[in-house]
């Protein structure tokens, strides 16, 4: 996921997104301990868009603080 398409959401979807992304990469981690994940490279993309999203929310929370 882009990085501009993750700063234009509002903190519920983030929120979302999040729990989306963790889902997905709980079925990822199954996928490759039972041998079905054809490309490994999506567990290493999934963990990068769950940081992106996390590093955003909190973006959110400190600019919100400093107001």
Do not use: W, Y
Request: charged content about 40%; hydrophobic content about 40%; glycine content about 2%.
């Amino acid at each position: 996921m882009e990085l501009n398409k993750i700063r234009e959401m509002s903190e519920v979807e983030l929120n979302a997104e999040l729990l989306k992304m963790k889902k997905d990469l709980m079925n990822l981690r199954f996928q490759h301990v039972t041998g079905q994940l054809e490309n490994p490279l999506k567990l290493k993309e999934a963990k990068r868009d769950i940081a992106r999203v996390m590093t955003v929310i909190r973006e959110k929370q400190l600019a919100q603080e400093d107001k």
